[in-house]
């Protein structure tokens, strides 16, 4: 079992910068790819970025490629995504998400809100 927990959420102008963290608790956090996904009221949530369990590889959704980043510290048991430029199309509940394969999560974090004003 793996617990998820975000931080780093919250209103921010456009243009603006924010960074979330996910600790994750539990058995073999390197052993899970990690991601970000994002979802706003009435529309399916979707994969933002992710990890490989080694964190020699990422992907990014086109919408953020060049202005967002993700890492991991596996020491730590703690993914991070840095957000920049952001933009009100931002604005979303975040997920944090770990699966063997990160398309279909095994465990979810609880959500955190990141409001980006214009």
């Known amino acids: 079992q793996v617990q998820l927990v975000e931080s780093g959420g919250g209103l921010v102008q456009a243009g603006g910068s924010l960074k979330l963290s996910c600790a994750a608790s539990g058995r073999a956090f390197s052993s899970y790819a990690m991601g970000w996904f994002r979802q706003v009221p009435g529309k399916k949530r979707e994969l933002v970025a992710s990890?490989?369990?080694?964190?020699?590889?990422?992907y990014y959704a086109d919408s953020v490629k060049g202005r967002f980043t993700i890492s991991r510290d596996n020491a730590k048991n703690t993914v991070y995504l840095q957000m920049n430029s952001l933009k009100p199309e931002d604005t979303a509940v975040y997920y944090c998400?770990?699966?063997?394969?990160?398309?279909?999560?095994?465990?979810w974090g609880q959500g955190t809100q990141v409001t980006v004003s214009s």
């Open positions: 998400a770990a699966g063997v394969i990160i398309v279909v999560p095994n465990y």
């Open positions: 990890m490989s369990q080694s964190g020699s590889s990422a």
